[in-house]
Nanobody, 124 residues
Framework: QVQLVESGGGLVQAGGSLRLSCAAS????????MGWFRRAPGKEREFVAAISWSGGVTAYADSAKGRFAISRDNAKNTVYLQMNTLKPEDTAIYYC?????????????????WGQGTQVTVSS
């Protein structure tokens, strides 16, 4: 069993930045791939970014490329999502997720454990 706790969400003006964190329990964190997803109001949950177990492979949604960066610190059992140049359309609840697979996945069906989410609101 893996437990995930997200933090770092909040209210920010358009053009601003936020860094989300996701702390994971479990001694085998460094064997898991990790992902970030988001659900905007009235929309389905969508992929944002993912990182392999080693951090050597990453993947991004087109909407996140060039603005967001996913990283991980296996010593701290934590994955991060640095979000820059935020836009109002980035407003959503952001979820981190764990896949017991070791590579990156874009489909939420590949993820086994989910956090409760953290709200990000970007004002115009």
């Amino acid at each position: 069993q893996v437990q995930l706790v997200e933090s770092g969400g909040g209210l920010v003006q358009a053009g601003g930045s936020l860094r989300l964190s996701c702390a994971a329990s479990g001694r085998t964190f460094n064997t898991y791939a990790m992902g970030w997803f988001r659900r905007a109001p009235g929309k389905e949950r969508e992929f944002v970014a993912a990182i392999s177990w080693s951090g050597g492979v990453t993947a991004y949604a087109d909407s996140a490329k060039g603005r967001f960066a996913i990283s991980r610190d296996n010593a701290k059992n934590t994955v991060y999502l640095q979000m820059n140049t935020l836009k109002p359309e980035d407003t959503a609840i952001y979820y981190c997720a764990v896949s017991i697979g070791r590579t990156v996945y874009r489909s939420e069906r590949q993820y086994d454990y989910w956090g409760q989410g953290t709200q990000v609101t970007v004002s115009s």
